[in-house]
């Protein structure tokens, strides 16, 4: 193939390129694509995997991010609409189209400026923002297979990209700070005019999510000079995919199914974001450690309600015991009939076992004093008002052994992963009935299904599953589930299960949603880390 000599002075005009060797320049000039943009041209999506990378030849491109993440229409609703109304609008509406949806972060010009060069490197990689040309511009178009192919036809290569990498590392791209800054101060690059604000960027955003934190921030706006707070949100979890999407922030908002491992929490650093702020008790998937090696700040919701968690236990073990999910559907069906399959037992005079006598368990233990059952426990440490109330300590085999209804109300720690596993099973009282609220990675699901088939336990009330992040909080009914442990617990008679709905009352959402706004305040004065009042990371190991 000819070589352009066009493609070749651009790639020397580039800082990345300019000292290359021949043999590359060649074989990159080989690649490029010489693209003559009208106005409003779409070279990258946001929330698409990045599959190219730009030389400016001459002109403008410009980034922008769209500022309001709606959960009504869903984060990538809003973002397909938003393409295909640029698609159809006239070519003059399109940058007045992307001023009214979107937030211009920054612009990107000069003859020989790389955009998107480091995101064809890693796997992938999705675009923070959109970058569409303002006004005509010449632009030359690498594609992410080509230029790895290339990369991977010759090692030197890599070496050759590794020392044009250094050199623009130490001279250094201002774009992102130029991103921050403007993300940061809404908009305006020199920080005038801004209120001092705290950004936020609220991942896993439901409809309740939503309709609770609007209100109650607009509040803390209005009541609060000294600074304002900014929450944007999406629905999108938060995960090593999705953490890109935080530029800007200085802060995220959590919950239950994010994920904040080690790579999560370096991306998030980067981006200069150093606080996570989860909006549940629970933060098992949360690397504490990676937290604390990247200076991030975290804090959760201690206690919401623990009356929600305990008496969403009882009615699962109602629902259980009493069959009445099964119950009412007969009825509804107009079969008033009973059988032994409606049957159930008296709580009263049972011997119930509680694993975790914490906040939500020593709740727990009291309601169950309430039905006169044998209440015995097992917990690393031992409450002196479970004791003072009626209930009894024992090791974890003779709760195992004694338990005809066993609760499991500890965290999910490397110490109770799988606590119900196989090798238990034969350790439980037959026809035991389990209840989880905790978390699902306490039960080893396939054990539980063959407890089940077996008739050591004779029925589960789960609000929680090991694999539902995958599943919950989204509408599966018009899916096919992937999932065959998910699927089989579905199609088990014996088998009540709630979708991680045990927190969710009127007081618990209130309480959630004004704790997460006064960690958020404590974090933005000043009380960071170990400091934090609702701070999780360990101090150390
Ligand atoms: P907590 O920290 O007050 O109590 C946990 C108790 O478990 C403590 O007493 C602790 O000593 C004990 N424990 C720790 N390791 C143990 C072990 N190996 N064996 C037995 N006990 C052990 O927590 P909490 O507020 O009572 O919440 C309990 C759990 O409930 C949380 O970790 C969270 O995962 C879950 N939760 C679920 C929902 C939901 O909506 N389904 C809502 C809130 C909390």
Redesign the pocket.
């Known amino acids: 193939m000819a070589i352009s000599e066009e493609a070749l002075k651009i790639l020397k005009a580039t800082s990345w390129f300019a000292s290359s060797s021949d043999e590359l320049l060649q074989a990159l000039a080989s690649k490029l694509k010489f693209v003559d943009a009208e106005d409003g041209h779409i070279f990258i999506e946001e929330g698409t995997i990045i599959d190219k990378f730009m030389i400016l030849e001459s002109g403008q491109l410009v980034r922008t991010k769209l500022h309001i993440l709606d959960e009504e229409s869903g984060a990538k609703g809003r973002r397909a609409s938003f393409r295909s109304s640029l698609r159809n609008m006239k070519r003059a509406e399109v940058s007045a189209s992307i001023k009214r949806n979107a937030v211009e972060v920054d612009t990107i010009e000069g003859h020989g400026r790389v955009t998107g060069l480091l995101h064809n490197i890693k796997d992938g990689s999705t675009a923070f923002a959109t970058v569409t040309s303002k006004g005509s511009a010449k632009v030359w178009v690498m594609h992410k297979t080509d230029f790895r192919d290339i990369l991977a036809s010759k090692p030197e290569f890599m070496f050759d990209l590794l020392g044009a990498m250094a050199t623009e590392l130490r001279t250094g791209s201002k774009s992102l700070r130029t991103l921050m800054t403007n993300l940061k101060t809404g908009g305006k690059s020199d920080g005038t005019d801004a209120k001092d604000t705290l950004r936020v960027l609220c991942y896993d955003t439901t409809s309740w999510v939503s309709e609770a934190f609007k209100p109650a921030v607009e509040a803390f706006n209005k009541s609060h000079d000294d600074f304002q707070m900014i929450i944007d949100y999406t629905s999108e979890r938060l995960g090593p995919q999705t953490a890109t999407y935080a530029a800007g922030y200085e802060a995220v908002c959590t919950f ?1 199914n994010d994920t904040a491992d080690a790579d999560t929490m370096q991306t998030l650093s980067r981006l200069g974001v150093s606080m996570i702020a989860q909006r ?3 933060f ?1 998937r949360i690397d504490t450690k990676a937290a604390r090696a990247y200076g991030m700040t975290v804090a959760r919701v ?3 309600s ?1 009356y ?2 305990a008496e ?1 236990g009882i009615a699962l073990l109602m629902a259980v015991n009493r069959k009445t999910s099964k119950a009412s559907n007969r009825v509804k069906m107009a079969n008033f009939t009973l059988d032994a399959g409606l049957m159930g037992m008296d709580i009263h005079g049972k011997t119930v076992g509680v ?8 709740i727990l233990c009291n309601i169950i004093l309430g039905f006169g059952a044998k209440l015995i426990c ?4 031992q ?1 002196e008002a479970v004791k003072k109330a009626g209930g009894t300590y024992m090791s ?1 085999g003779e709760v195992f052994a004694q338990s005809d209804i066993l609760f499991l ?5 490397p ?2 992963k799988h ?1 119900i596993n196989e090798s238990m099973l034969p350790k439980l009282k037959k026809g035991v009935i389990l209840i989880n ?3 699902g990675g306490l039960i080893d699901t396939k054990a539980l299904l063959k407890g089940l088939h077996s008739g050591i336990i004779s029925g589960v009330g789960m ?2 599953y090991e694999n539902e992040q995958a599943y919950f909080f989204q509408d599966w009914s018009a899916k096919n589930i992937q999932d065959p442990d998910l699927l089989a617990l579905l199609g088990e008679p014996g088998v009540v299960l709630t979708a ?5 009352t009127k007081e ?1 959402v209130n309480k959630i949603t004004s704790t997460t706004i006064e960690n958020l305040e404590a974090f933005k004065m000043g009380k960071h880390r170990l400091e934090h009042p609702n701070n999780c990371i360990p101090k150390d190991d």
């Open positions: 239950v549940a008790a629970g098992d201690p206690a919401y623990p929600a968690v969403h694993m975790g006598t914490g906040k939500i368990g020593q097992y917990d690393v440490f409450s974890q109300m500890m965290p999910l720690l110490a109770t606590t609220t905790s978390r609000d929680v991680h709905q045990a927190f969710f618990a």
